[in-house]
Structures are given as structure tokens and as C-alpha cells.
């Protein structure tokens, strides 16, 4: 299983998914994400696309989700789309 760490739009939220990412206490995968459009301007931010990545790499694997702002809404298109799959939301 995996845990998968979805950060919000802004370059700010770098330092919560290292934060968060460090104080987890969990035996399996922790995977935090790092938005491209941080060190990039010309790439987009596409929820839909973000989630549909993300599902294709988790292979069918369970995960639980710790989300904020624009990453909770990625998290609900994942579990909108592989609902058993994703053990929680939080």
C-alpha cells in the first residue's frame, strides 16, 4: 500500500509535502508530489491529468491520500475514478 502525499497549486506547499512527507510513520510507499508548474512556467496545472497519472501508476495498488487545496481535489477525481482502491482521504 501506498500513501500519497497531493500538495496544493502554489510553489509554498513544497515545504508542507516535505513536512508531511518526514513526519509520517508508516511501514509502506510514501510518495510524495512535486507540482512541474513550481520550477516551470510554462507548464499547466490539469487536475484531471494529474489524476489520471496517478492512477495509471498506481497499478492497481491500494493507497490512502493526504491532500490540500487543489490536491484534495485530485484525490477526489482518483477516488471518483478507482473508488476501491483508495483506502482514505484526508
Not at 515545504?15 to 512527507?21: H, I, L, N, Y
Not at 512556467?41 to 487545496?69: M, Q
Amino acid at each position: 500500500m501506498q500513501t500519497l502525499i497531493l500538495p496544493g497549486y502554489s510553489a509554498k506547499n513544497k515545504v508542507w509535502v516535505d513536512e508531511t512527507a518526514k513526519n509520517l510513520k508508516f511501514d509502506g510507499i510514501i510518495r510524495p508530489f512535486y507540482w512541474a508548474h513550481w520550477t516551470d512556467d510554462t507548464k499547466k496545472f490539469d487536475a484531471n491529468e494529474k489524476a489520471n497519472l496517478i492512477i495509471k501508476h498506481l497499478h492497481g495498488e491500494k493507497a490512502d491520500i493526504i491532500a490540500k487545496d487543489e490536491g484534495l481535489e485530485i484525490a477526489n477525481i482518483i477516488k471518483s475514478e478507482i473508488p476501491d482502491q483508495i483506502i482514505s482521504i484526508n
